[in-house]
């Protein structure tokens, strides 16, 4: 990893200094060994500080929305989940490609920063750290699906049974079960909007809880809405998610909501698909829910 | 969307869609009641109530 | 030196519970908070008195993230209040420590005082006993004392201490502890021990000189530096037991409804969105500054205390590992052209 850092820093320098860029994305060590931070360089002496290492797991692709409306040129890391978020970006309109710069890095698979920080604050009984994040170790992707350079060998995705093998028990349970179930997770929602936060397909200029007239769910954080607050936002993902994880990876209450995402990935899969979001960008190619076709399902009428 | 419905654990036949036009005064008329008499059927919802 | 043996803890909650809703550090399952002893389940959750503290803060007892307010029934053209929710039921929090504690005295100094007394708050703060855990230990995270908080003397009703095997040592400081201490007076022993000392703090602050500097920098180009990493994700302020942003909501249907009260955020785009539409706090750089210069500095000048306790949450849950400490650090070097 030390080698690809480097690798970085030099394009990175070289990019800023031709003026080619005017900002570059990557990540800084933050005041922890286990703490890895995004880190926005602007000139060739910020260069310095950018790293490379395990814990290099936060999502810069989402650091783009804070760019959209500028007119900078800007060059980033990304791996390849990241880099399907830059996909979903120029998909949906949000960013020019013509102002990116993308370094690819093939990703080994991350740690997580935030877990290793619960461990140490001595506010949670310790979790043992698994050897990859539990965002990566179904990772479909490990390789960055679009780039101007790609630095790092081949990584090979990971196995995929464990994918779906928790939907698919919550699919076997009975109604009662199944609502018990999501009773018991939505109810801990303290409605931070963390994870809308942190998510890189909810980019809507005004988001649907925010809009007052009419408030479409209140701000209680009764089951009821928070159960509509999350049901609503899974749907407007449907079709767009690139399964990143970091919704997950960043609650503070430790939702599970990657099990609600990848319900509707999979259906999404079975009636329009295969489909994964965010693979390939093509002009004017949309996801399968924002297009409608002719022979779209349509047994549920 | 109805199987997310059904996944949470609501029973899907809560939620049903149809194509209508607005000339197709009778097909509504039908579909309303169908569905009033499924959700009747189905007894009142205990699930997703607001905090009242 | 009144002691109360570990393995008696649970009885004495029991006590306390039987006249009051008594709030304790639980973890459910991987979530750490204050919870009602009532909802312990013991083959789910675990008693963390012995952890250094709680990812939720125990604001949540005088301050709920979901507050009804009244509700109201139309009537013609009138409207009638139907009924006014102020709680009057007696709260306990057991095992609150010290930075949550001056949490909640930052919070009475907004409630209570300047001329405006919060009914709702009022009621639920009266009728709360609490009953802090002196800190002997600070955690990795921890810099309370850089920020005034004293850890091993909170003010609370009661104090207990950690003392090991021998248990925690007990001791009253107001007529709400005695009270208190008379309902589990027959689980106590009195014993003459020697309580431990505090070690040393591995985060530390200057905080000194802070408030008066921030006065002059609000049009530094600092912020928008400092802000650059933020996603306004709304976490610290959620974790933090001094935030008290609420908005006033209501829920009606037909011809009756409730007003709550509900937790906001200044980190949230629309928190000064205005009702023309017009937004003096539309970007991330400004309302970024505005939550710091309120821990910083408004609350220092208008309460004489800062509105950081010194607990450590933000920085250990922010995702973008935002520190308040680096943050101090940045503005007592700046350069501010004076």
Partial sequence: MKAIENQIKEIAARLLQ???????????????????????????????????????????????????????????????????????????????????????????????????????????????????????????????????????????????????????????????????????????????????????????????????????????????????????????????????????????????????????????????????????????????????????????? | MKNLIEYMGIEPERFQTSWISGSEANKFQQTMENLVADITKLGPNRKLRDMR | MKILKKDQIEEALNRMADQAEVYVPLQKGTQTGFYTWQSYDNTTDTLVLDELNVSLPPKQVVFPPTDKMYSFKQNGVEIDIDKIYEAIEPQVVFGIRACDLQGIACLDLVFLTKGYEDNFYKARRENLTTVAQACYQPGQACFCSSMGVDPVHPEADVIISDLGEEGYAWEAQTEKGQALTEKIAELLEEKEVKLPELQEFTLKVEYDGVAEKLKEMFEHPIWEQLSEPCQTCGICTYLCPTCHCFDIQVKTWGDEGYRFRCYDSCMYEEYTREAGGGNPRGKVSERFRNRFLHKLEFFQERYGTPLCTGCGRCIIACPTGISIIKLIEKVKEADTGA
Avoid at chain 1, 28 to 56: L, N, T
Wanted: proline residues 5%.
């Fill in chain 1, 18 to 301: 031709s003026g080619e860029v005017n900002i570059f994305l990557a990540w800084e060590k933050g005041d922890y060994e286990y703490q890895s931070k995004p880190y926005f360089a602007r000139s060739v002496d910020d260069v310095d500080k950018i790293v490379f290492d395990q814990y290099c797991i936060h999502n810069l692709s989402n650091s783009l929305l804070k760019f959209r409306d500028s007119s900078d040129k800007i060059g980033l890391v990304v791996k390849g989940c990241d880099s399907r978020g830059i996909v979903r970006l120029l998909q949906d309109n949000q960013i020019e490609r013509s102002r990116l710069y993308i370094v690819g890095v093939a990703c080994p698979g991350m740690k997580d920063p935030l877990l290793a920080m619960k461990n140490h604050s001595g506010l949670f009984k310790v979790e043992t750290e698994p050897e990859v994040a539990a965002k990566c170790q179904t990772c479909r992707y490990p390789n960055p699906v679009i780039y101007d350079e790609l630095l790092g060998d081949q990584q090979a995705p990971r196995p995929q049974e464990a994918r779906y093998a928790q939907v698919d028990a919550i699919e076997q349970m009975t109604a009662d079960e199944r609502y018990k179930f999501f009773e018991d997770t939505l109810s801990k929602c303290i409605r931070c909007y963390a994870c809308r936060q942190a998510c890189v397909a909810c980019n809507c200029r005004l988001c649907i809880f925010d809009e007052m007239r009419p408030q479409w769910v209140g701000r209680e954080t009764s089951l009821s809405d928070n159960m509509m607050y999350h049901l609503v936002r899974a749907s407007h993902m449907a079709g767009r998610c690139i399964e990143c994880g970091e919704c997950e990876r960043v609650c503070p209450v430790n939702i599970p909501l990657m099990l609600i995402n990848r319900k509707l990935i999979k259906d999404v899969d079975k009636f329009f698909g295969p489909y994964d979001a965010g693979i390939k960008y093509e002009e004017g190619v949309k996801p399968p829910l924002s297009l409608y076709q002719e022979n779209d399902p349509d047994n549920f009428i």
